[in-house]
């Protein structure tokens, strides 16, 4: 099976990124993405002056969607899993990214000894949430790999964000709330001084499940709490600001 040039292996599909036309290879029994990806990919704010990274990039969401939102931005991707990067991989080249979309299979860890300690301005991961010894005996190895975080803990991922970021450059993270601290610990012990914090609800007056961070390499102190992102009103509709963030326009006679 093939479209346009790019061939699809046994047990892919093309997922609708519903931006800008831009579609993704993934499989069902591998993990896909999902609403965090698409908060994270808005919450990095990419511009055309980033040299960007995307560590643990899965299928290429997250560095696909900021792609789609800043056209002149050049973006490398960094994946562990052989299969799941060679999946990134065509997908850029399905969206016609392929020069400004490099795809690596490489460890995030090693990452900055093939593309260059301190080279890049904005680094983004969407890192596994399991704690390590959490994983389902059902799940496949690629779903354990993806969801739970084995050997790859907050610290790990933090260093390899320091490792590759420039002074000033910043490590955009989603992670799951009650593990915030964790995560803003381990940034701090890499020289990466936490300074915007958003927290994500499903609906307005429940704790949020999720947090997206953002930390400075070399930066000062000083916290910067964003408004709390709420995806959906008590009526079950989304609100406006989900609609920002997916690019949703609706007509007036909507239903």
């Given at each position: 099976m093939a479209n346009c040039g790019i061939a699809l292996r046994e047990g892919e599909r093309l997922d609708d990124l519903q931006t800008s036309g831009y579609r993704l290879i993934q499989r069902p029994d591998a993990f896909r993405f999902g609403t965090d990806s698409v908060l994270l990919a808005d919450f990095a704010r990419p511009s055309k002056r980033d040299i960007a990274v995307d560590l643990g990039c899965g299928t290429g969401a997250i560095a696909t969607l900021m792609a789609a939102h800043c056209p002149q931005l050049r973006l490398?991707?960094?994946?562990?899993?052989?299969?799941?990067?060679?999946?990134?991989?065509?997908?850029?080249?399905?969206?016609?990214?392929?020069?400004?979309?490099?795809?690596?299979?490489?460890?995030?860890?090693e990452a900055w000894r093939a593309l260059g300690a301190g080279r890049y301005s904005l680094a983004v991961c969407n890192p596994p949430y399991g704690k390590r010894g959490g994983g389902l005996t059902s799940e496949s190895e690629t779903q354990r790999i993806a969801r739970h975080e084995d050997s790859l803990a907050p610290w790990d991922i933090a260093k390899a964000a320091s490792m590759l970021l420039k002074?000033?450059?910043?490590?955009?993270?989603?992670?799951?709330?009650?593990?915030?601290?964790?995560?803003?610990?381990?940034?701090?012990?890499?020289?990466?001084?936490?300074?915007?914090?958003?927290?994500?609800?499903?609906?307005?007056?429940?704790?949020?499940?999720?947090?997206?961070?953002?930390?400075?390499?070399?930066?000062?102190?000083?916290?910067?709490?964003?408004?709390?992102?709420?995806?959906?009103?008590?009526?079950?509709?989304?609100?406006?600001?989900?609609?920002?963030?997916?690019?949703?326009?609706?007509?007036?006679?909507?239903?």
């Open positions: 490398d991707a960094v994946e562990l899993q052989e299969d799941i990067a060679d999946m990134a991989r065509r997908s850029a080249q399905l969206n016609g990214l392929e020069q400004r979309l490099r795809v690596h299979c490489m460890d995030m860890r002074t000033g450059g910043r490590l955009c993270v989603v992670y799951p709330a009650p593990r915030a601290y964790e995560m803003m610990r381990a940034m701090e012990e890499n020289h990466l001084a936490p300074k915007r914090v958003r927290t994500v609800h499903g609906v307005a007056g429940r704790a949020p499940k999720l947090v997206l961070l953002e930390g400075v390499r070399g930066g000062g102190e000083g916290l910067h709490w964003l408004e709390p992102l709420v995806l959906q009103n008590g009526d079950g509709s989304y609100t406006e600001e989900w609609k920002r963030i997916y690019r949703v326009s609706e007509s007036p006679n909507a239903d």
